[in-house]
């Protein structure tokens, strides 16, 4: 089992910025992979970003291309996901998940994952 904790949620502002935390406390960063998912009231969930934690290669939905980031922190079993230009529709409970497959890589809402965290939530305002 794989414990995972998000942080750095919160409100903020049209085109403002915020940053996401996910810790991993035990995992093997170089197993496979983490990735942040988003899920809003009355909508689908879908994969926002995605990193392959052996090599650092980097996956992002169609949606948030230039203006999210995800990286990590080996030695913290942490992943990052920086989130810049935000807006409204990206208002969502935002979950890191572990092991993510993506069977379309552009298209988010395609992708899985193995294990969950509890999520942050994310609130933009115009």
């Known amino acids: 089992q794989v414990q995972l904790v998000e942080s750095g949620g919160g409100s903020v502002q049209a085109g403002g910025s915020l940053r996401l935390s996910c810790a991993a406390p035990?995992?093997?960063?170089?197993?496979?992979?983490m990735g942040w998912f988003r899920q809003a009231p009355g909508k689908e969930r879908e994969g926002v970003a995605i990193i392959f934690t052996g090599g650092g290669n980097t996956v992002y939905a169609d949606s948030v291309k230039g203006r999210f980031t995800i990286s990590q922190d080996n030695a913290k079993n942490t992943v990052y996901l920086q989130m810049n230009i935000l807006k409204p529709e990206d208002t969502a409970m935002y979950l890191c998940?572990?092991?993510?497959?993506?069977?379309?890589?552009?298209?988010?809402?395609?992708?899985?994952?193995?294990?969950w965290g509890q999520g942050t939530q994310v609130t933009v305002s115009s």
């Open positions: 035990g995992y093997t960063a170089s197993t496979n992979s």
């Open positions: 998940a572990t092991d993510v497959g993506l069977p379309e890589a552009g298209d988010g809402h395609t992708w899985y994952a193995t294990y």
